[in-house]
């Protein structure tokens, strides 16, 4: 009775949220259709679970487990979450071909279960490759965590924050997903060694303090319910601020002088250090001398009519970013003014890396998601999706 209750109430919930994700999907960098399909199926399942158990009808309940083994789809989907996290497109046509071995061990697993009593070497042989299908996944998922997702290395500290409440969501959902899936392996075993149909439903109460822990998570961090908006939020920063990029400039070295020739500069320049980081910025965000894909910090120095030794000093000693870094970041940021005064209405994506300084696409596509946290074509979707 009070898992049957439980099963309903956190069905309810998950349904709630799922709803909730959908509709805040395009502004939020760490959700996309998969979680919401992921959330959905997996609370629809534990909501109907509740009901049929609790009106126990045995025609419902029969109904149910014959088509219990479907809800493996949530397998691939899990992987497809992870995958489309550093995506700039949710999906595409080629996710399908993961959910043919799910919907093809279900109707195999129909048509074994509901019209032919298989023998044990059958059931631990479809115990075995039901194994390798769940084992296979969470290595894929974990692998790409850790190649894409988890290692991310930005110097921006906005997009580190963000960074960091990915990882530590992903980092949580892996989990409770492992532990979800070490309840259905042993649930599995003990049906075949008690000659039961593999349906995977012994220990549900496990599951369903896992889902209901998962669901809290989720409710008590706004970031993953809502999505960030950081972007907006520093664009507001950055018009209360004498510098655009302030929390890039420190007026303190941030590593220790060691070099004759660096303490010699310091003493030239740390009068001034305002002055040049406002000068800086100043031609910065005229953007036209960024545009140029082969700008040195030669070229900028001689643009800012300053030796260049000053400007190397000042990005080695009071920028938390490299010159390059720099020059990427605003060059994103002139894209995104092209983009806000209609610029894509008549040109491409591939046009408006080229005309803010990138040699191609991909660099951009690359800077673009390292400083403001989100795809192109996503920071697109979002700004059209925010009320004029």
Same mark, same amino acid.
Request: one cysteine or more.
């Given at each position: 009775?009070?898992?049957?209750?439980?099963?309903?109430?956190?069905?309810?919930?998950?349904? /709630?949220?799922?709803?909730?994700?959908?509709?805040?999907?395009?502004?939020?960098?760490?959700?996309?259709?998969?979680?919401?399909?992921?959330?959905? !199926?997996?609370?629809?399942?534990?909501? !109907?679970?509740?009901?049929?158990?609790? /009106?126990? #009808?045995?025609?419902?309940?029969?109904?149910?487990?014959?088509?219990?083994?479907?809800?493996?789809?949530?397998?691939?989907?899990?992987?497809?979450?992870?995958?489309?996290? +550093?995506?700039?497109?949710?999906?595409?046509?080629? +996710?399908?071909?993961? =959910?043919?071995?799910? @919907?093809?061990?279900?109707?195999?697993?129909?048509? #074994?279960?509901?019209? !032919?009593?298989?023998?044990?070497?059958?059931?631990? *042989?479809? *115990?075995? #490759?039901?194994?390798?299908?769940?084992?296979?996944?969470?290595?894929?998922?974990?692998?790409?965590?850790?190649?894409?997702?988890?290692? &991310?290395?930005?110097?921006?500290?906005?997009?580190? &924050?963000?960074?960091?409440?990915?990882?530590?969501?992903?980092? =949580?959902?892996?989990?409770?997903?492992?532990?979800?899936?070490? &309840?259905?392996?042993?649930?599995? *075993? #003990?049906?075949?060694?008690?000659?039961?149909?593999?349906?995977?439903?012994?220990?549900?109460?496990?599951?369903?303090?896992?889902?209901?822990?998962?669901?809290?998570? @989720?409710?008590?961090?706004?970031?993953?319910?809502?999505?960030?908006?950081?972007?907006?939020?520093?664009?507001?920063?950055? &018009?209360?601020?004498?510098?655009?990029?302030?929390?890039?400039?420190?007026?303190?070295?941030?590593?220790? !002088?060691?070099?004759?020739?660096?303490?010699?500069?310091?003493?030239?320049?740390?009068?001034?250090?305002?002055?040049?980081?406002?000068?800086?910025?100043?031609?910065?965000?005229?953007?036209?001398?960024?545009?140029?894909?082969?700008?040195?910090?030669?070229?900028?120095?001689?643009?800012?009519? /300053?030796?260049?030794?000053?400007?190397?000093?000042?990005?080695?000693?009071?920028?938390?970013?490299? =010159?390059?870094?720099?020059?990427?970041?605003?060059?994103?940021? +002139?894209? @995104?003014?092209?983009?806000?005064?209609?610029?894509?209405?008549?040109?491409?994506? +591939?046009?408006?890396?080229?005309?803010?300084?990138?040699?191609?696409?991909?660099?951009?596509?690359?800077?673009?998601?390292?400083? @403001?946290?989100?795809?192109?074509?996503?920071?697109?979707?979002?700004?059209?999706?925010?009320?004029?």
């Amino acid at each position: 009775m009070i898992l049957n209750s439980l099963c309903i109430i956190e069905g309810l919930i998950g349904l /709630i949220i799922a709803a909730i994700l959908l509709l805040n999907k395009k502004s939020n960098p760490i959700m996309n259709i998969y979680m919401v399909l992921l959330i959905f !199926i997996i609370s629809s399942r534990f909501f !109907i679970y509740g009901i049929i158990n609790l /009106i126990s #009808i045995p025609e419902t309940i029969t109904i149910y487990t014959k088509y219990s083994n479907l809800s493996s789809v949530v397998i691939p989907i899990a992987y497809l979450y992870f995958k489309k996290l +550093d995506s700039e497109k949710d999906f595409i046509k080629k +996710d399908l071909l993961h =959910f043919i071995f799910p @919907i093809c061990h279900f109707l195999i697993s129909f048509e #074994i279960y509901n019209y !032919i009593t298989p023998r044990f070497s059958v059931k631990i *042989f479809m *115990f075995l #490759i039901f194994i390798t299908f769940l084992t296979t996944y969470i290595f894929l998922g974990f692998k790409h965590l850790k190649n894409n997702i988890w290692n &991310r290395s930005v110097d921006n500290k906005t997009i580190k &924050r963000q960074n960091k409440k990915i990882y530590n969501w992903t980092l =949580f959902l892996s989990i409770a997903l492992i532990l979800a899936s070490i &309840r259905l392996c042993v649930s599995l *075993f #003990i049906e075949i060694s008690q000659n039961q149909p593999l349906k995977g439903l012994s220990f549900q109460w496990l599951s369903s303090i896992i889902w209901i822990i998962l669901l809290i998570k @989720i409710l008590v961090t706004p970031e993953i319910l809502y999505g960030y908006k950081l972007l907006n939020e520093k664009l507001n920063e950055n &018009r209360n601020s004498n510098l655009v990029f302030n929390e890039i400039w420190k007026m303190q070295p941030i590593c220790e !002088i060691k070099n004759i020739q660096h303490l010699i500069l310091k003493e030239k320049i740390n009068l001034n250090l305002q002055n040049y980081f406002e000068e800086i910025e100043k031609i910065a965000l005229q953007y036209d001398v960024f545009r140029d894909p082969k700008l040195t910090i030669a070229d900028l120095a001689t643009k800012l009519s /300053i030796p260049k030794s000053h400007l190397s000093y000042l990005f080695k000693y009071h920028a938390t970013i490299s =010159f390059s870094e720099y020059k990427n970041m605003i060059r994103i940021q +002139d894209a @995104i003014k092209l983009i806000e005064e209609g610029y894509l209405k008549n040109n491409t994506l +591939d046009s408006l890396s080229k005309k803010i300084g990138f040699t191609s696409y991909n660099p951009f596509f690359t800077s673009f998601k390292d400083v @403001i946290g989100i795809a192109p074509l996503e920071y697109i979707n979002q700004m059209s999706s925010i009320p004029v």
